[in-house]
């Protein structure tokens, strides 16, 4: 009887792994109360409010990905992931001294094509990181389990510690991934409804449509696509981009845009 028992469970947690091995990340921590210095929304962040009707979510088990070494982790990426591109000379120089001091809009701009991270303020570059995308990185996402990393403007609506040192979680899907996806017969008209919702209200989309889930920005390092989906970057830059952000909306506009370029 026990060992019937215990044939049930490997069945079922393998089972469970095959449904989560799809998903990039994996969600916020259960508990992100306001005397968490970083979950807490500052007093103009419109990130702390409720999630819009229609965009509850699926509470999961944390992602079997990211609890796995990273080494396994590596070794199970595709032997095609492509390496970094030189860097062009022509590129606009760094100034770190914006990473403190920046009265400037500030934007986090992933260059998927040249494999780099950009934090900007205004329109010079703060720092600039090597970054690792998705095991299939060229085009733009579309769906749960195809390995690429989205393409367009997003926000951060939480950032957390995690295993992979640090997580900045992405809004994705946006509005234009939830037309293309209500196009293509990829969600319903009801999940389309509460995307462009979350979207006004500054809040997360709901991370339980087939156009993907738990894309995120976070450490792990960044010297090669091995991730399900999002971006890594080394430990120390992430901590860098963790500082470097501001949370919430001002006036339905993201304080910190993500804007991700082919």
Known sequence: MKKDRRLRFLEAASLVGAQLVSACGTPPPPKLTTDDPVAAPSDDDDVGRPAPPGTSLRRRPPDLVESAPKKALEAAAPATSLAHPPREPEMPPEDPALLEDCHAPRTIVVR???????????????????????FAPEGHKRREGDGRTPEGTYFVPTKYFSRFHRSMQLSYPNVDDADAGLAAGVITPAEHAAIVLAQGACTLPPQTTALGSWVQLHGGGGTRDWTLGCIAIDDAAIEAAFAFHLPGCRGGVPRTKIVIEP
Not at 112 to 134: D, H, I, T, Y
């Open 112 to 134: 998927k094509g040249r494999r780099e991270v950009e934090l900007r303020c205004g329109p010079a570059v703060a720092a600039r990181f090597r970054a690792g995308l998705g």
